[in-house]
């Protein structure tokens, strides 16, 4: 009865790897020096001795398990007196922990890692109408250091680059204009238009903000910084149109719209506000319909044509902060899917530097640079199904229901490019589409057979040898 025991190994093997938990999302590590991050200032208890590591990860984390997560992320490095993490049982008041993305509550701050013990934060000023303040240009970007954007780490869209960085793809960006010496678009943004002058172009840009835009969109990785947009493969197709304190005109849009499908643009994504009438939406969804082209917009106000909805082969884009809530107070049913829109990072005019901005404005080109993601990979997709592929991938995109404020919930790369179509490759919101997260009882089944054949066999084996 020997030969049977050279299966326990890979039977308990197989029942160990059945009952450990399956990560739902791999914890980025961050690069800490002019990293915009979330982090936690260690506090003392009642005794004067520092807080634990288990009870800052139960408290921010959800779970004491994952202080791992918390120590992977600052061992060895230098704390502001001095002193370096080395033994997870052991924090001193005043270091500073970088935490992971998903941590929430009381004492979270986020920002750039400071070198000494931060003051309490100060909220940013906004507007009335909820949006981000800013001069004429809309909301305002401004200089930042920032080397690994917590956008960048919440939405982690390399893992998606496995299957697609957008090549083929054109990405019609309906702003202010893009400058094309950013090297970091160097060579992938054309000519384009503006809506003001006939046969004008839109590849420059005095304001910066589109050119801030389509580095969200296409920007790739330079030496020095680890900022990369959704789909650094795309191309950009800039169409000027103008903007009055961060809002564009519904026949301007319209007409920019024209232009960029007239150009072969596969996407186009309209990042400012626009009150819409029922004859502007009726003509962006024909555009939409008869060129297959899909249409990411911004939000839109109460009292906008496009307030309802969902519509095919449009998405509508609202803004989230770290924790994952809407950044502004959006009507309702006015959302499908939610980006990071508060202080994300993009580039700055002529490759001076990196900036930071703020706003609706600023998730939308998040969602169209993922579009571009899913129109590379699945090029046999219409815009209808690809709207859906984006929708099922988004966080509550599998549980069918939609939220009036959250709509289908923040979007996923790696789920919504790595999903896998089911029979039938029509669009809508009616499950065309499953989602490939993780493995499922079928899977599980399908293991524990395989182990139960090892077995019989292995006893068959060894009574034929006795």
């Not at 204009?177 to 000519?191: C, E, H, I, M, S």
């Not at 801030?212 to 920007?219: R, T």
């Amino acid at each position: 009865m020997g030969a049977p025991r050279r299966f326990i190994a890979p039977l308990v093997a197989a029942l160990l790897c059945l009952g450990a938990p399956v990560p739902a999302r791999a914890e980025p590590v961050p690069n800490p020096a002019g990293s915009h991050v979330k982090y936690y200032v260690v506090q003392g208890t009642d005794g004067g001795a520092a807080e634990s590591l288990w009870d800052i990860s139960t408290r921010l984390l959800g779970s004491g398990d994952r202080y791992l997560s918390i120590v992977a992320l600052n061992q060895g490095r230098p704390q502001p007196d001095g002193g370096t993490l080395t033994d997870p049982t052991e924090l001193r008041v005043g270091w500073l922990l970088v935490l992971p993305w998903d941590a929430y509550g009381d004492g979270v701050l986020h920002g750039l890692l400071p070198t000494r013990v931060p003051a309490p934060p100060t909220p940013p000023p906004s507007r009335a109408d909820g949006r981000s303040s800013g001069d004429g240009c809309g909301s305002a970007a401004t200089t930042s250091d920032m080397a690994v954007p917590w956008a960048q780490l919440r939405l982690a869209p390399s893992v998606a680059w496995q299957r697609s960085t957008g090549n083929g793809v054109t990405v019609a960006v309906v702003d202010s204009g893009v400058d094309a010496t950013v090297p970091a678009l160097a060579g992938r943004v054309r000519p384009g238009a503006d809506v003001e002058v006939v046969d004008g172009r839109g590849d420059t840009d005095c304001l910066g903000r589109g050119t801030a835009l389509a580095g969200i969109v296409a920007a790739q990785a330079r030496p020095g910084s680890h900022f990369a947009g959704m789909a650094p493969g795309a191309v950009i197709l800039p169409v000027r149109i103008p903007l009055r304190d961060g809002r564009a005109t519904g026949e301007d849009v319209v007409r920019a719209v024209g232009l960029a499908v007239d150009a072969g643009a596969d996407v186009v994504m309209v990042p400012a506000e626009v009150t819409l009438t029922e004859a502007h939406r009726a003509a962006l969804l024909g555009f939409s319909a008869d060129a297959d082209v899909v249409l990411v917009v911004a939000a839109p106000p109460a009292g906008s044509a496009l307030g309802d909805g969902p519509y095919d082969g449009l998405l509508r884009v609202g803004a989230v902060g770290t924790d994952d809530e809407p950044a502004y107070p959006y009507p309702k049913r006015a959302v499908d899917v939610l980006a990071p829109g508060v202080a994300v990072a993009s580039v700055g005019l002529g490759g001076t530097g990196e900036v930071e901005a703020s706003g609706t404005d600023f998730a939308v080109p998040f969602v169209a640079g993922l579009v571009a993601l899913v129109r590379s990979a699945h090029p046999d997709l219409n815009a209808a199904a690809v709207v859906a592929r984006v929708v099922d991938g988004a966080e509550l995109g599998q549980e069918r229901t939609r939220d009036p404020r959250y709509g289908w919930g923040v979007i996923d790369p790696a789920a919504t490019v790595g999903a896998a179509a089911q029979a039938g490759t029509t669009g809508g919101r009616t499950g065309t589409f499953t989602v490939d997260r993780g493995p499922g009882l079928a899977a599980v089944v399908v293991v524990l057979l395989g182990v139960v054949g090892l077995l019989v066999v292995g006893v068959r084996q060894g009574r034929r040898r006795e």
